[in-house]
């Protein structure tokens, strides 16, 4: 839902929109965004009269974080418990707008898979959740969150970190690796934030990742967006994992065989590459350490053996070059190179 809205802070008004409004809170689209546990007086004027609440900043988006997620900058604001008329009025303005807004897709259809190894905490998520309208499976170790996916396909998934039997990082793989689950979003929570952390997250397929502690709102907002993405996201991931897994080589042999359409991006350390698809047969490569045509990017592409890989089906954008010969006569090729080049 998006409304005019005010935030007041310091003496000053700031005029923003709302985004993801539930009666404890609501998301507000700023930029740049305002630091977390600042108080905040809320100013909406839904039917032109105005209504004012206090809350405090729980999280904040920066413009960086935001692009990295695909998601707007902005920050999350958490009503106070009302103490005053005022508090009061300005909640039941927001009861009437949640009963007169329909949502997208019935709430109790959005199934959201939760594993973590606190039962407490996982009691309060899903306390939280059921009563936001998310139909929840949970699950207090990897092995129990991979099977709720696998018994019926979740619309997002909220998995800790550091999970016994195996842990998150293993659940997003073993998801990877099942078409119906690829493109399943995936929001890893860890007391553990560095930026290797982060990235190794991203580089297996997360689409978001949240620093423990955290509010439940945030959560809710969270998941509620990157359900909706889902829905409406045409490009659909259909296999992701680690290079070490399963080599390239054998990638593009069974995308040759299987006919794909799509694209391929793989990551290694601080490098992407990109290689288009159609019928089967390679159109493009390119990659952000490789200057030159499809196939010079495609014989430097091809000596990687680590980093990780994630398909998107759909048609990519048309080639301006005819298709390369057979991704077959391709490696062929590769081999040949590196035997000429090794030592003897």
Same mark, same amino acid.
């Given at each position: 839902?998006?409304?005019?809205?005010?935030?007041?802070?310091?003496?000053?008004?700031?005029?923003?929109?709302?985004?993801?409004?539930?009666?404890?809170?609501?998301?507000?689209? &700023?930029?740049? $965004? &305002?630091?977390?546990?600042?108080?905040?007086?809320?100013?909406?004027?839904?039917? =032109?009269?105005?209504?004012?609440?206090?809350?405090?900043?729980?999280?904040?988006?920066?413009?960086?974080?935001?692009?990295?997620?695909?998601?707007?900058?902005?920050?999350?604001?958490?009503?106070? @418990?009302?103490?005053?008329?005022? @508090?009061?009025?300005?909640?039941?303005?927001?009861?009437?707008?949640?009963? /007169?807004?329909?949502?997208?897709?019935?709430?109790?259809?959005?199934?959201?898979?939760? =594993?973590?190894?606190?039962?407490? &905490?996982?009691?309060?998520?899903?306390?939280?959740? =059921?009563?936001?309208?998310?139909?929840?499976?949970?699950?207090?170790?990897?092995?129990?969150?991979?099977?709720?996916?696998?018994?019926?396909?979740?619309?997002?998934?909220?998995?800790?970190?550091?999970?016994?039997?195996?842990? =998150?990082?293993?659940?997003?793989?073993?998801?990877?690796?099942?078409?119906?689950?690829?493109?399943?979003?995936?929001?890893?929570?860890?007391?553990?934030?560095?930026?290797?952390?982060?990235?190794?997250?991203?580089?297996?397929?997360?689409?978001?990742?949240? $620093?423990?502690?955290?509010?439940?709102?945030?959560?809710?907002?969270?998941?509620?967006?990157?359900?909706?993405?889902?829905?409406?996201?045409?490009?659909?991931?259909?296999?992701?994992?680690?290079?070490?897994? &399963?080599?390239?080589?054998?990638?593009?042999?069974?995308?040759?065989?299987?006919?794909?359409?799509?694209?391929?991006?793989?990551?290694?350390?601080?490098?992407?590459?990109?290689?288009?698809?159609?019928?089967?047969?390679?159109?493009?490569?390119?990659?952000?350490?490789?200057?030159?045509?499809? /196939?010079?990017?495609?014989?430097?592409?091809?000596?990687?053996?680590?980093?990780?890989?994630?398909?998107?089906?759909?048609?990519?954008?048309?080639?301006?070059?005819?298709?390369?010969?057979?991704?077959? /006569?391709?490696?062929?090729?590769?081999?040949?190179?590196?035997?000429?080049?090794?030592?003897?």
């Amino acid at each position: 839902m998006n409304l005019p809205i005010e935030l007041i802070t310091g003496g000053k008004k700031i005029r923003a929109v709302s985004q993801d409004i539930s009666p404890f809170g609501m998301f507000v689209r &700023l930029s740049p $965004p &305002l630091p977390v546990d600042t108080v905040v007086q809320v100013v909406m004027s839904p039917n =032109g009269e105005r209504l004012l609440t206090t809350g405090i900043v729980t999280h904040s988006l920066t413009e960086v974080e935001a692009r990295t997620l695909g998601r707007f900058p902005g920050v999350g604001v958490v009503f106070r @418990d009302p103490v005053r008329p005022s @508090d009061e009025a300005f909640s039941d303005a927001v009861t009437r707008l949640l009963q /007169h807004t329909v949502p997208a897709k019935p709430a109790a259809q959005i199934r959201i898979v939760v =594993g973590d190894p606190q039962t407490r &905490l996982l009691e309060r998520l899903s306390t939280a959740l =059921g009563s936001a309208g998310f139909s929840v499976a949970t699950a207090t170790n990897g092995m129990e969150a991979i099977g709720a996916c696998l018994s019926r396909t979740p619309d997002v998934v909220l998995v800790e970190r550091d999970m016994p039997v195996v842990d =998150g990082l293993h659940v997003l793989q073993e998801m990877g690796r099942h078409p119906e689950l690829a493109a399943v979003p995936v929001m890893l929570m860890s007391t553990n934030a560095t930026d290797l952390v982060r990235l190794q997250a991203f580089q297996l397929g997360a689409m978001d990742f949240i $620093p423990k502690p955290f509010t439940v709102l945030e959560i809710i907002l969270r998941a509620r967006r990157w359900a909706r993405a889902s829905q409406h996201d045409t490009a659909r991931v259909v296999l992701r994992g680690a290079l070490a897994d &399963l080599a390239l080589p054998a990638l593009l042999t069974m995308f040759e065989l299987e006919r794909k359409t799509g694209q391929l991006s793989l990551t290694r350390a601080e490098l992407v590459a990109w290689v288009d698809f159609v019928d089967g047969r390679i159109v493009s490569a390119r990659a952000s350490d490789a200057d030159g045509d499809t /196939h010079s990017v495609l014989m430097q592409v091809l000596d990687w053996t680590d980093g990780f890989f994630e398909l998107v089906a759909g048609a990519p954008a048309p080639a301006t070059t005819p298709p390369l010969a057979s991704i077959t /006569h391709l490696l062929l090729e590769h081999a040949r190179r590196r035997d000429e080049q090794a030592p003897h």
